[in-house]
């Protein structure tokens, strides 16, 4: 009884190991990546997302500018009950080209955010999740509009479910009314 639990715990942890073991884009290109982005679904599985949170949420637009030494500034505007609010998130390089690291004030943690997949020039999947540990946090679909083909919303679904998402953490909001405001 006991042996065949540790056989099995032993089969999950593997199991698990296998499907941490995220990748980033082969051959990722940053200049190639850089420019506008809008995150138009979201698969994240906190306590804190809850449903009026869930609600209110809309699609962010974000500018990705690389910096010369390698790292990435990314700015988002948000919509929020306060009205629309830029916030500029600096992700570091590591060694691996796709794979960034940076440190969420929010949290008082350092994160990793690995581009699991994109085109470049249609969507992009980005994975999220807790230095060291691979727990992941959030996964979050960009496309270059604020729609995309049905496809790659599925796609996004597949990848979401298949690191443990629930259904109902997998969201793909409505548009931002204004958000950054027109004229910029
Ligand atoms: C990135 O952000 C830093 C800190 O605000 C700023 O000094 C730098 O000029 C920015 N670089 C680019 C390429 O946007």
Redesign the pocket.
Known sequence: MWITFVTMATAMVCLMGVHGDVQPQRDFDLQRFAGKWFRVGLAYDSPGFTAPYRDKLRVSMGIL?P?TNGNV?LTMWTQRSSGCRSK?Y?YEKTAIPGAFTYFSTRHNKVKDITVVETNYNEYALVLKHKKMDREYTQVALYGRSQKVKPEVIQKFRDFATSHGFPKDAILTPPPAENCPPSGR
């Open positions: 500018n910096q500034n500029l600096t």
